[in-house]
């Protein structure tokens, strides 16, 4: 079964740092980009980052450009979101998400998802 | 910034019934379009991409057209299980730009 799993979210105060992490089972990660989307409090799902299938292209969603890293480790088919002078408003459930490909076509779609997990930056 | 407004923000419907859920782009978008079934405690599902090309498993009553900056999501004969919301996406290669829609709630 196709598989992301999320952790390493948590509660952590204003200009502190944390890393999250997204297991991928039951496929290879290393055939996928990979994305990080979020949904804060009663708001819509946003953008935050993605990276290409070996890691060596990353983009980033201007508010978080300078402060979060997208990375992966393809052989422990884990990505990451390391992110670094959190803010207030950098609350949200953090999902990763797989780029879709399929039909001769690789949209920047999603085909799969986990399940999130939670990021809280309060003092 | 592309902004993506849906509408209805809700739709009541009948089991059997048709439902038509609109997507519109604050600029043209071209055909670079999903849209997405998301139900209560569940990850998104992906039902179109390219703005009318169906995901893989995808039953044929989900239909998606448009093109530009109006889009239109069309269910043809709503399921118990398709009430759900439903969300737009754009997307472009490069530079990366995704934007999601608000949500449209298809409710009984």
Request: with cysteine.
């Amino acid at each position: 079964e196709v598989q992301l799993v999320e952790s390493g979210g948590g509660l952590v105060q204003p200009g502190g740092s944390l890393r999250i992490s997204c297991g991928a089972s039951g496929f290879s990660l290393s055939n996928y980009w990979m994305h990080w989307v979020r949904q804060g409090p009663g708001k819509g799902l946003v953008w935050v980052s993605r990276i290409n299938s070996d890691g060596s292209t990353t983009n980033y969603a201007d508010s978080v450009k300078g402060r979060f890293t997208i990375s992966r480790d393809n052989a422990k088919n884990t990505l990451y979101l390391q992110m670094n002078s959190l803010r207030a408003e950098d609350t949200a459930v953090y999902y990763c998400a797989r780029r879709y490909c399929g039909g001769g076509a690789c949209p920047e779609a999603f085909d799969q998802w986990g399940q999130g997990t939670l990021v809280s930056v309060s003092s | 910034e592309i902004v993506m407004t849906q509408s209805p923000a809700t739709l009541s419907v009948s089991p059997g019934e048709r439902a038509t859920l609109s997507c519109r782009a604050s600029q043209s978008v071209s055909s670079n379009l999903a849209w997405y079934q998301r139900k209560p405690g569940q990850a998104p599902r992906l039902l179109i991409h390219g703005a009318s090309t169906r995901a893989t498993g995808i039953p044929a009553r989900f239909s998606g057209s448009g093109s530009g900056t109006e889009f239109t999501l069309t269910i043809s004969s709503l399921q118990s299980e398709d009430f759900a919301v439903y969300y737009c996406q754009h997307y472009s290669g490069w530079p990366p730009t995704l934007t999601f829609g608000g949500g449209t709630r298809v409710e009984i």
